[in-house]
C-alpha cells in the first residue's frame, strides 16, 4: 500500500512539471514578457520541490542515524574532525585586505576576508586530505596485484 501511494506521488509530481515545461515551451521565444510569465511557476515549483527534499533527506537520515547508535557515533566523530580542520583553517587564515589582479580593492581587511580565507584553507587542507588518501590507496592496489 504504501509503494502504491509513493508511486501516485512521484507520478503527480512528474505531471506537474511536465505541464509546467509544455507551458513554457509552447510560448513564442520573441515575447520576452509571455517567457517569463511562464518560466516564472516552473522555477518556483522547483525551488519548492528542492526545499521539500533537502528536508525529507535530511529527516530520514537523521532517524536513521538515531536508530543506529553506532552510525551516531561515526556521524558525530567526522563532524567533530571536520569541525577541527574548520578551527585550524580559521586560525591560519588571515584578515588582510584582498586585492584584485588589477590593483583594485576587492574587500576591505575584516571579517569578510578572514571568512574566505577560512573557506579556501579548509578545501585545500580537505583537497590535500583526499589526495593522500587517493595515493595511499593506489599504492595498496598496486602492491596487490
Not at 532517524?63 to 577541527?84: C, D, E, R
Not at 578551527?87 to 590593483?103: P, T, Y
Amino acid at each position: 500500500m504504501n509503494n502504491k501511494i509513493l508511486t501516485l506521488l512521484i507520478a503527480a509530481i512528474s505531471l506537474i512539471g511536465v505541464g509546467l515545461y509544455v507551458n513554457v515551451v509552447r510560448i513564442d521565444i520573441e515575447n520576452v514578457e509571455a517567457v517569463s510569465n511562464a518560466v516564472s511557476p516552473l522555477v518556483s515549483y522547483s525551488y519548492y520541490l528542492l526545499i521539500v527534499i533537502v528536508i525529507v533527506a535530511v529527516v530520514i537520515s537523521l532517524l536513521s542515524m538515531f536508530k543506529n547508535p553506532a552510525a551516531l557515533k561515526k556521524t558525530l566523530l567526522g563532524i567533530l574532525a571536520l569541525g577541527v580542520v574548520f578551527a585550524v583553517s580559521f586560525m591560519l587564515s588571515s584578515n588582510a585586505q584582498v586585492i584584485g589582479a588589477d590593483g583594485g580593492e576587492l574587500a576591505a581587511a575584516g571579517s569578510i576576508s578572514k571568512w574566505v580565507g577560512t573557506g579556501i584553507t579548509f578545501t585545500l587542507i580537505l583537497g590535500a586530505i583526499a589526495g593522500a588518501f587517493f595515493v595511499v590507496d593506489l599504492l595498496k592496489g598496486i602492491i596487490k596485484s
